[in-house]
């Protein structure tokens, strides 16, 4: 899949002159001066801030639950479904949908557009009105996602968990886990979470996998919280009336993120060519945070040294900006880093809890918005200013 890519994303400050008023017609009463940039300075500081708000919903560790829709009772069994897996598991999909019927007929029970998120059950599938087979249903789709390795580099590789391991071979859950190794990962994803002890008893080493799967990462039990998984469903729930915003939104998410990779990686060898070692700096500096943006999902700690890459990079062009000696730069870049980590990560996590204690689920939620606007920006460049001042 070719995935097109806007030019950077460096925001146009328009020349002032562009944008000076026409001097008033004489007999209308003269109105106060106006600073003729000040738009598109918000316009561009706007554009700026929703990157960074992009990227650190990449870099933190994943909290905002899927989209469920369909009747009160199926969105009651999906909740239930998601409640009982870890949690790092259930926030995988994007959205989670409960359809009337399927046009390839009730044989279809759901599919999983694993590169969007996106699941769709099939209500009018064998069985499906069975409590039972519904859950079953969405569970087996769950097991899509988590086998599936998220970001661009699952699209040029296109590899699951499943093709590395002992899935596709004998020991097999159910006759339709035989069709594919993906299959085998999801039907035994099913019975390992909704029939305890029965895929240790058919297959051992699948088993142990998926044991190893449900294991949370340090970053991702930090937000294994009341305040995340609240907030997490409750900005989930906004978009159930149109579920396809939020698919819109997880897309342009990753490909704001593949952009920064492109960007910086044409940025990096336009310097070594040039040898322009600022400019190839910086651009590694872009490529290696938009590729750890990319794998976050699955490596949360990528996630922390992305943001550290996109503050070191702010830092390094600030200190370039003010015609820094190269000792002053990687002060700058260093302190960038660090502001960077602290703003783009600590502080939109930190965020969401202060806001959950005094607004819940809507505090949580402004706390994020907050914080991935302004932490990373203010934590970068404050730290950075700090720097350059110091090394003076
Ligand atoms: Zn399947």
Do not use: C
């Not at 950077?8 to 400050?13: A, E, K, L, Q, S």
């Not at 409960?98 to 009018?124: D, E, K, M």
């Amino acid at each position: 899949m070719r995935v097109a890519v806007s030019p950077n994303p460096t925001p146009n400050r328009l020349p002032n002159s562009r944008l000076t008023p026409k001097s008033p017609a004489p007999d209308q009463p003269q109105q106060p001066h106006q600073n003729p940039g000040l738009l598109s300075l918000a316009g561009g500081f706007s554009a700026d801030r929703l990157l960074d708000l992009s990227y650190a919903t990449s870099a933190v560790p994943k909290f905002i639950y899927p989209t469920v829709t369909g009747t009160p009772e199926q969105q009651a069994m999906t909740w239930e479904v998601l409640n009982n897996l870890p949690m790092h598991h259930a926030v995988r999909p994007v959205s989670i949908e409960a359809q009337p019927s399927f046009s390839q007929g009730p044989n279809y029970l759901g599919l999983n557009r694993v590169a969007i998120g996106r699941i769709t059950v099939n209500s009018s599938g064998y069985d499906m009105e069975l409590p039972s087979q519904f859950k079953e249903t969405v569970t087996h789709e769950v097991g899509h996602s988590v086998d599936y390795k998220a970001g661009m580099f699952s699209l040029v590789s296109r590899q699951n968990e499943s093709t590395h391991s002992s899935f596709g071979k004998p020991g097999y859950v159910s006759g339709y886990a035989e069709t594919s190794p993906s299959e085998d990962f999801a039907e035994s994803y099913k019975v390992h979470h909704t029939h305890r002890g029965v895929l240790e008893a058919v297959n051992e080493k699948k088993a142990a996998v998926l044991d190893k799967t449900d294991q949370a990462s340090w970053l991702e039990r930090i937000v294994d919280k009341p305040a995340y998984r609240e907030t997490g469903k409750f900005i989930g729930r906004q978009f159930e009336s149109l579920p396809i915003l939020r698919s819109g939104l997880e897309l342009a998410r990753q490909v704001t993120v593949a952009n920064l990779a492109l960007v910086g990686g044409t940025e990096a060898i336009q310097g070594v060519v040039k040898g322009d070692w600022d400019r190839a700096a910086s651009g590694l500096l872009s490529a290696g945070a938009g590729a750890g943006l990319a794998m976050a999902p699955h490596a949360p700690w990528l996630g922390v040294a992305a943001t550290a890459a996109l503050g070191g990079n702010r830092g390094l062009k600030m200190a370039q900006d003010q015609g820094a000696s190269a000792a002053q730069k990687t002060a700058a870049t260093l302190a960038g880093a660090v502001g960077g980590t602290v703003g783009g990560f600590v502080a939109p996590l930190a965020l969401v809890q202060a806001g959950y204690s005094v607004a819940g689920p809507i505090g949580g939620t402004v706390g994020m918005v907050v914080g991935g606007l302004l932490g990373s920006y203010a934590g970068s460049t404050l730290a950075a200013k700090a720097a350059l001042a110091i090394t003076q």
